[in-house]
């Protein structure tokens, strides 16, 4: 039994955490505030070390054969974004696709009660039976798990007020759009290219469908279903431990790359300086868009190697070439920036890099982080026509949907 001073530690840790996320704006409601200080996240994750429960980070809580990580408890912070773009209400009748540890579920069961039920499914019967047990023991009485595919939904429960995808999708799971009641929300990790991806909340809109909300995601892809997105990772040669995603969707020599950093490289700054609190969710957006492969995440140390943040860096891709963002630091009369710089590898380096580094500047002219936000449009396969923009560059088609982007 857990001692009266762990109890105590837990309920301080539990509420820093729900405080950081009040302070960063990604709590708000205070119905999900309440759920979040009420839900003890440590009992969901028994083997992971208490405080560590309630670090802003994702736990893991399965690996594959290969020791990749197929599913985890997600960072405080992003449950709190979905939970936010859900809108969950009382009464409401909610499928979440992905259970996990069943933590995010047992915060939705709070929110929808009374009179309402969540229903939460995943792929591996293991983690359904411990979603099952942690639930139980929350006592979350209006919450089921269930062994089943997200992307299939549950048709036989369906009309839903809310459906949430809490793994990340390449498209959109056709079946589920037609268990969404009328005025129903779906919110669903959808890439856009490469690795850059957002939490969408889509509304109807007509024969078209809108976005409430959009926020900046990256998720565990799905897998084993109708709606896989199979991402291959390529681990670098050499030094290090720095590796490279990948899609289906991507040209690219994926043995090349194994081997790229050996090469020579070609550098190149763009004048564009970010300033100590910059984003960079929309640069990577525009390029996203603008590059035929997108942005690929490329995690990871090793000598030589100088990413643009700690934990690694954002890549373009060119069949047997990348190029990475960096930066270099300086001072000015307006004080410390980041100038954002590209290096290339590989037989293209410096088109690619040059490549980059053009449309960074393009993006800072044009629009950059003071403009305000892009906002997104969506249609099924069948009406995607309905669905234009003058810029071809910005409509994202995918076999079961198109994908609109408009740029103020």
Known sequence: MESTTTTHDSAALRDAMVDACIRSGRLRTPEIIDAFRAVERHRFIPDCDVRAAYVD?????KHNQDGKMISCISAPSTVAIQLEQLGAQPGHKVLEAGAATGYNAALLGRLVAPGGHVWTVDVDIDLVDTATR????????????????????????APFDRIVFTVGAGDIPLPVLDQLAPDGRLVIPMRIRGSVSRSFAFERDGETWKTVSCEMATFVPMRKGICDDVRTTICLAGQGDVQLETYGEQAVDREAMRTVLDGPSHKVYTGVKFRQGSGWEWVYLWLACVLPNGLSRMPG???????????????????????????????????RYWEIGVIGHGPHATSLAEQVATEVQAWDRDHGNDA????????????????????PRFVINKPNSRLVVDWP
């Open 57 to 61: 980070d994702a736990v893991a809580v």
């Open 134 to 157: 942690h639930l139980e023991a929350a006592g979350a009485s209006n919450v089921t798990a269930g062994l089943a595919d997200g992307a299939t939904g549950l048709p036989e429960r």
């Open 301 to 335: 140390r090793r000598p030589g190697f100088t990413p643009h943040f700690a934990w690694g860096s954002m890549a373009a891709l060119d069949g047997e070439s990348l190029a990475y963002l960096t930066v270099r630091e300086g001072d000015d009369a307006d004080g």
């Open 372 to 391: 305000p936000a892009p906002g997104f449009r969506m249609a099924t396969a069948a009406h995607r026509d309905l669905l234009g923009v003058g810029d």
